[in-house]
């Protein structure tokens, strides 16, 4: 009757049993088991098949040879051509083609995938969501022009819960569309069935081609012929990696030729959930009744379990290898495994719990310790009081380079340089004691005598006397000894990263600085010379070879250097640094003389005479090295450097190979800074004034337009040269707010003049760099919005060599500034390259001539010759003509005789404040309005004036003055 009522109560466990599992299953918990136990039979059946599957990789060596990445689309039509000579069973490139890309290479692809072919081509296309808010799903996929002779084909990877990709959807139902994969090619499958990927297959199944190797043509046809050619990223750079098992990762491309391998040789069929069921209630009935047999036993019950185990296993592989049909494992064997539990603890008797649960809770302790102290990395000793080891773990076995019974008995001492001594062995305890609490930073040395450093820190423990110990005394100290020599490794590391150019490998500013502090401060008189080396030309290399080549310079540059200062250096005496760009710093400590200073600057600007050859190309580049000395012309490191660079910019300026510091130069400097940022403020609050200088019609005679020009006086410095101020701006970006604040000035004081009855049209000087700024044109457009006046009010003046920059560019602006209907004239002609080219292609009304030729013309023959046929020309090209500088009635009636149409300078007036200037304007108009138009002088009027030349009579010296 009990034996009834134990296998009644045997088969409610065994019902449990099945509940549990069964409930597992459905929530997906015994997956990882299953997954566990697949992976190990591909693991252990991993072998390589006939595959007539060829991968072209796109891998490193392809992205090294071309060089690129993402590749023209006509590499990829490339590649069709060669394949499509080979006649392949199909084609899948796992490309993404949906970007528009150059036209030129989408059609050549374009045309490649349209050729008439005899085999499939397939493109990829792939899904995901729009973005993390937006859970639209948004399909990616070739582009039309791509799709015509093409199947599309879909990419998404199907990740387990554990993100690894064990299957492969056959199709994917997408926005209403069922779109397949590449994996079926023949449609063995039914739609949207997850296939089980064998990766038994080694990947080395498969036969693999570098992406460059088929498109150069260096792979023989024979190899494609026949054969499904799957085309993708399989460098590791692409990260086209999909995470797998056994693999870790693999590329998708080679992920997809693994599913696809595995339905083409027949992948396993999944039975249904009723059917496992099934099967998991037959394996439970079985082990059940074998585990409650009357000879039931545990030992036999083990016996049981390992037959039950292999079965399940069997089976598995049986069905799965012979009549592709998956069967599950994990939860057969999981059931089978909890019966074995339940009947091995129910045949355990009430003491034996008893039994168990004492010896666990006495050892538990001790394994706990023992097990920490044995797996520890770090060296763990226990010494008496006499500095004898009495125990030792494997690490410091490890650490002192033998093995642990070598270390017993052994003095701690011999193996720590710290705790080494000749006094008697309770000395040994002392030092030990002394350390209790602390850590120290020390030399350890190994049985074979090699030192190294440690750190150690030692504990004081009481245990009670042990004859295994060998000791008379309970005091023990416990060593932990921990190997710094990687740690030490790394902070030279990080301090030579901190102290060094990471390009160049030389010492960096912070190393310059301290080098320059130790110097300045040792010896009874301490002297050194602060080399600044700046390149020239570097900044054009950089742009337009790229900062790669540029690096290789640099490079280049610092080992010419370095060469040239080996002497200095390698004895000490010197030091090379490399601070930042193209900037180089090199320190001279005491040297002999000046003339020793100077020899050695010009040994450095030497040494980069020599062309230097990168990529193929000879590239010069030159420097300007600034010299400042200590105590000669700084007192300490910093000013040292700013007085170097002071005087680097002075033989940069000068064109000249080296400078020494001069203190001129850095008062000129310092009132340059100061200007600049005083200029800011000054343009903020309005200190900044123009003045008006009025041109006059030669011909009428009345005072048509005038020239605005800046002045500021300086609440400290007083009068500021607008020479001085304005090349400041033009270095900075002030020129800008500058020429703003003067536009938006000269507008308004037109439109004052004009509600006065006054109309004049003013002329502003523009910078050079506003030709060159794109959107200077809107911002004149605000500003002649906001001012109320024409455009034709306004003229700008622009010099010659303003168009060298880029004249394409400026070219550019300076149209869309004529669109405006902003009259445009050139200043200062005959002083700049004069490209007759450039007066004919630009929108300009006007010529000015410059001042240097006006002022001559009198006593200089060749000045005249220069007016005269100045005039002729511009007249020819239907330009006006304004002449500076202008000092006396002769010249001016010169210039009219020759044909100028406009005069300026001190022969009628120098530039007056806006209120005075408007006076005199409304002054002379009115007297010359009285007095009439003044008839011009002929030609006649001026022959016979002591150096007069007659240009007509005299056509050679005429040529010769153009020449010049």
Request: hydrophobic share 45%; aromatic share 8%.
């Amino acid at each position: 009757m009990t034996r009834l009522s134990r296998r009644r109560g045997w088969w409610v466990i065994a019902l449990a049993v099945f509940a549990v599992v069964a409930g597992l299953r459905a929530i997906g918990q015994l997956q990882p088991l299953e997954n566990a136990f697949t992976d190990l039979r591909a693991r252990g059946s991993m072998h390589e098949v006939r595959s007539d599957i060829v991968i072209v990789g796109i891998d490193a060596h392809s992205l090294q040879a071309l060089d690129q990445w993402p590749w023209p689309r006509r590499y990829h039509a490339g590649l069709l051509d060669q394949l499509a000579k080979a006649s392949p069973h199909s084609v899948f490139i796992d490309v993404d083609f949906s970007a528009l890309t150059n036209p030129l290479d989408d059609a050549l692809l374009e045309s490649a995938l349209n050729k008439p072919r005899d085999f499939p081509v397939k493109l990829p296309a792939f899904f995901q969501t729009a973005s993390g808010t937006d859970q639209r799903v948004v399909v990616t996929e070739p582009r039309p022009r791509f799709a015509r002779r093409t199947e599309r084909v879909m990419v998404n990877a199907l990740p387990g819960r554990d993100g690894l990709t064990r299957t492969w959807r056959t199709s994917w139902d997408v926005l209403g569309s069922r779109e397949p994969s590449v994996i079926d090619r023949e449609r063995r499958l039914p739609d949207g069935y997850d296939v089980r990927i064998d990766f038994s297959i080694a990947p080395g199944s498969f036969s693999y081609v570098s992406f460059v190797d088929v498109l150069e043509g260096r792979v023989p046809r024979e190899m494609f012929t026949g054969k499904n050619v799957f085309v993708g990223a399989t460098a590791l750079e692409l990260n086209d990696m999909i995470p797998v098992p056994l693999h870790r990762s693999l590329p998708g491309v080679v992920v997809q030729a693994l599913a696809a391998e595995t339905v083409q040789r027949g992948a396993p069929r999944v039975l249904p959930g009723s059917a496992e069921l099934g099967l998991l209630a037959m394996w439970v009935l079985l082990a059940a009744f074998s585990f409650t047999t009357r000879s039931a036993r545990w030992l036999r019950n083990l016996a049981v379990l390992g037959l039950a185990l292999t079965g399940i296993t069997a089976a598995s592989l049986y069905f799965s290898n012979s009549q592709g049909v998956w069967l599950e494992v994990a939860g057969p064997a999981l059931a089978v495994g909890l019966l074995f539990i339940a009947s091995v603890v129910s045949s355990l008797e009430t003491q034996n719990w008893r039994a168990l649960t004492y010896a666990f809770g006495m050892r538990r302790r001790d394994a706990l310790l023992k097990s920490i102290v044995q797996s520890s990395t770090d060296c763990i000793v226990c010494v008496d009081e006499s500095g004898i080891i009495k125990t030792a773990n494997p690490a410091a076995a490890r650490l002192f380079d033998c093995p642990v019974y070598e270390l017993v008995d052994e003095p701690i001492a011999k193996f720590i340089t710290l705790l080494a001594g000749n006094d008697d062995e309770h000395g040994a305890g002392a030092r030990l004691g002394a350390l209790h609490g602390v850590i120290r930073e020390c030399d350890a040395r190994t049985a074979r005598g090699d030192v190294f450093p440690v750190e150690i820190s030692v504990s004081r423990v009481r245990a009670p006397s042990s004859a295994d110990l060998k000791t008379e005394t309970n005091r023990l100290f416990t060593a932990i000894v921990r190997d710094i020599r990687e740690r030490r490794a790394q902070q030279r590391r990080l301090q030579h990263q901190a102290t060094h150019d990471s390009l160049t490998a030389l010492p960096n500013r912070a190393a310059l600085l301290t080098h320059l502090e130790y110097s300045l401060a040792t010896g009874p008189a301490p002297s050194a010379a602060l080399l600044m080396l700046d390149l020239c030309r570097f900044k054009e290399v950089n742009d337009t070879l790229g900062h790669n080549i540029g690096d290789r310079v640099l490079c280049d540059v610092a080992q010419r250097f370095a060469q040239t200062l080996s002497e200095q250096v390698v004895s000490g005496k010197g030091l090379i640094a490399r601070i930042g760009g193209d900037e180089f710093t090199v320190v001279l400590d005491a040297p002999e003389s000046a003339e020793y200073i100077a020899a050695t600057s010009q040994k450095l600007a030497d040494c980069l005479r020599t062309p230097i050859d990168v990529a193929g190309i000879s590239i010069e580049v030159g420097v300007s090295i600034g010299i400042a000395r200590f105590p000669q012309d700084a007192g300490d490191a910093q000013a040292l450097l700013r007085h170097a660079d002071v005087a680097m910019y002075v033989a940069k300026r000068r064109g000249a190979a080296y400078e020494f510091y001069d203190p001129a130069y850095d008062e000129n400097t310092v009132r340059k800074l100061a200007i600049g940022g005083e200029l800011r403020s000054a343009i903020a609050g309005n200190q900044l004034e123009l003045h008006y200088q009025p041109q006059v019609n030669l011909r009428s005679g009345l005072v048509e337009s005038c020239e605005a020009l800046l002045r500021w006086m300086h609440p400290k410095q007083g009068a500021v040269s607008p020479a001085e101020f304005i090349a400041i701006a033009e270095s900075t970006d002030l020129i800008r707010p500058l020429t703003e604040h003067t536009l938006s000035v000269a507008l308004t004081q037109v439109r004052a003049w004009r509600d006065r009855g006054v109309h004049l049209r003013v002329a502003v000087n523009l910078s050079a760099r506003l030709l060159q700024d794109t959107a200077f044109p809107g911002r004149l457009a605000e500003l002649l919005g906001a001012s109320g006046v024409s455009a034709a009010s306004l003229e700008l003046e622009i010099t010659e060599s303003a168009m060298m920059l880029d004249p394409a560019r400026a070219l550019r602006v300076i149209r869309e500034i004529d669109k405006l209907g902003v009259l445009i004239s050139i200043d200062d002609f005959g002083t700049g390259y004069s490209s007759l080219g450039y007066l004919r292609d630009l929108p300009v009304k006007a010529l000015k001539l410059d001042k240097s030729f006006v002022m001559g013309m009198r006593n200089n023959g060749d000045d005249r010759v220069i007016v005269e046929s100045t005039a002729r020309m511009a007249h020819a090209l239907k330009l006006e003509l304004v002449a500076e500088g202008v000092e006396n009635d002769w010249d001016a009636a010169f210039l009219k005789a020759a044909g100028y149409d406009f005069a300026q300078g001190f022969r009628y007036s120098p530039a007056l404040p806006a209120d005075r200037f408007m006076a005199w304007v409304v002054e002379y108009n009115a007297t010359a309005l009285i007095s009439g138009p003044v008839e011009t002088p002929g030609h006649e009027d001026f022959t016979g004036m002591p150096g007069f030349i007659d240009c007509e009579d005299d056509a050679e010296r005429a040529v010769q003055a153009r020449q010049r």
